[in-house]
């Protein structure tokens, strides 16, 4: 059983796309979140969300767009893609926001 | 503003050593610390969680240990095997409204046959 899952695994396409990935987590968890992981490996929160409501909105830019239908899923927009977009992007949840996070395998983005 | 670091970034011993990876963090007013595992082109795996009330944490071969004063936590791996390969983060959390978890850059182990 997948704890914390994300659709796709990888994903390549063209700089000015728009692009979702999708994660599912059947934890049950309140709290889900979306992270940067760059070339560098730097891990960097990018957006929280607890009971459906944004929480953490890291200033990212407004390309990125958010979305949780429920408390289980968590998307991620990405309109215009740039170059400077590619990255691993992982998803996450947790009990609170302040409780142990479990992350999803990741989604490697690469834009050309 | 929370920073968090740990140093080497990398780390190479023979199999059978025990060792302690370090991490240090600049805000003490922490909630929890969390260590992780990422092993090369996968997601993150949760090692170990200690709140800010514990000391330490323990599971198998692994002892975590926390020392908000000093702003430090280290992990402690005993009789490393070359499976236990792999980075290593240390994460926490500043208390305050919308905390979140701020990771440190991580430490490549290899762990030699």
């Known amino acids: 059983d997948t704890a914390v899952s994300q659709t796709p695994k990888y994903l390549v396409t063209q700089m000015g796309n728009d692009k979702s990935i999708k994660c599912e987590q059947n934890?049950?968890?309140?709290?889900m979140y979306w992270y940067k992981q760059d070339s560098k490996k730097f891990l960097k929160i990018m957006f929280s969300y607890n009971n459906k409501e944004l929480i953490i909105n890291e200033t990212v830019p407004n390309r990125f767009s958010p979305k949780s239908p429920d408390k289980a899923h968590l998307n991620l927009h990405i309109n215009s893609l740039e170059l400077g977009d590619s990255a691993v992007y992982f998803c996450?949840?947790?009990?609170?926001?302040?409780?142990?996070?479990?992350f999803g395998p990741g989604t490697r983005l690469t834009v050309t | 503003k929370q920073e968090v670091t740990q140093i080497p970034a990398a780390l190479s011993v023979p199999e059978g050593e025990n060792l302690v990876l370090n991490c240090s963090f600049t805000d003490s007013a922490i909630y929890n610390l969390q260590w992780f595992r990422q092993d090369p082109g996968k997601g993150l795996t949760s090692l170990l969680l200690i709140q800010s009330s514990q000391r330490e944490q323990t599971s198998g071969r692994l002892n975590a240990s926390l020392d908000k004063s000093s702003g430090r936590s280290t992990l402690y791996i005993a009789a490393s095997q070359p499976g236990d390969s792999a980075t290593y983060l240390c994460?926490?959390?500043?208390?305050?409204?919308?905390?979140?978890?701020?990771f440190g850059k991580g430490i490549t182990l290899s762990v030699r046959p």
């Open positions: 934890l049950g968890h309140d709290t």
């Open positions: 996450a949840s947790s009990l609170s926001n302040v409780a142990e996070q479990y």
């Open positions: 994460a926490d959390w500043v208390t305050g409204a919308n905390s979140k978890l701020t």
